[in-house]
T-cell receptor
Framework: KAGVTQTPRYLIKTRGQQVTLSCSPI?????VSWYQQTPGQGLQFLFE???????NKGNFPGRFSGRQFSNSRSEMNVSTLELGDSALYLC????????????????FGPGTRLTVL | SQKIEQNSEALNIQEGKTATLTCNYT??????LQWYRQDPGRGPVFLLL?????KEKRKERLKVTFDTTLKQSLFHITASQPADSATYLC???????????FGKGTTLSVSS
């Protein structure tokens, strides 16, 4: 079974620009969660989508948004990029997700390394 | 405030020894706790899950304990090998129906 894929793997943008990252979950998984990982803050939860609906959201500004398509693929968008948005962005898929009140294992993709100059 | 802390950023041990990593949390009441391994440039990989009513869980050379009174989980790797060198993350569910909250991780280095 193919794992979680994320594109692109690396991205360099300048302040003020916007960026869209893509995540394809494992086949059959309906939950996709996004995380931001930085050396200082560690892994921080951005949001989770399940069956095209945002089910849970972390404590990030509205510049961070996402969506999920009917095939469970998900995108996240960051508008008006700031230097502090430089990070590794990880997506994870699972059958029902932690927000489903289950103990579903989350399968992470390799991440997209975003650098904002 | 709510916190999840892993005992140290880095842990260095010799091959063959047991590595013990600590995860402490405050102001959470998790139903379960998970441990993940992350290698440089890769996403975390799930290792073990332990529920609040379980005291201990084992998988091959890995052992996890969960003490809800102390609000602590210990993660042990016995007979450690250089291939065990990685960052280990603990994660818990904030409350039923929400997402996983991760600690910042402990980077384990096993020298031969």
């Amino acid at each position: 079974k193919a794992g979680v894929t994320q594109t692109p793997r690396y991205l360099i943008k300048t302040r003020g620009q916007q960026v869209t990252l893509s995540c394809s979950p494992i086949s059959g998984h309906r939950s996709v969660s996004w995380y931001q990982q930085t050396p200082g803050q560690g892994l921080q939860f951005l949001f989770e989508y399940f069956s095209e609906t945002q089910r849970n959201k972390g404590n990030f500004p509205g510049r961070f948004s996402g969506r999920q398509f009917s095939n469970s693929r998900s995108e996240m968008n960051v508008s008006t990029l700031e230097l502090g948005d430089s990070a590794l962005y990880l997506c994870a898929s699972s059958l029902a997700g932690a927000s489903g009140g289950t103990t579903d294992t989350q399968y992470f993709g390799p991440g997209t390394r975003l650098t904002v100059l | 405030s709510q916190k999840i802390e892993q005992n140290s950023e880095a842990l260095n041990i010799q091959e063959g020894k047991t590595a013990t990593l600590t995860c402490n949390y405050t102001n959470y009441s998790p139903a379960y706790l998970q441990w993940y391994r992350q290698d440089p440039g890769r996403g975390p990989v799930f290792l073990l899950l332990i529920r609040e009513n379980e005291k201990e869980k084992r998988k091959e050379r890995l052992k996890v304990t969960f003490d809800t009174t102390l609000k602590q989980s210990l993660f042990h790797i016995t007979a450690s090998q250089p291939a065990d060198s990685a960052t280990y993350l603990c994660a818990l569910d904030h409350q039923a129906g929400t997402a996983l909250i991760f600690g910042k991780g402990t980077t384990l280095s096993v020298s031969s």
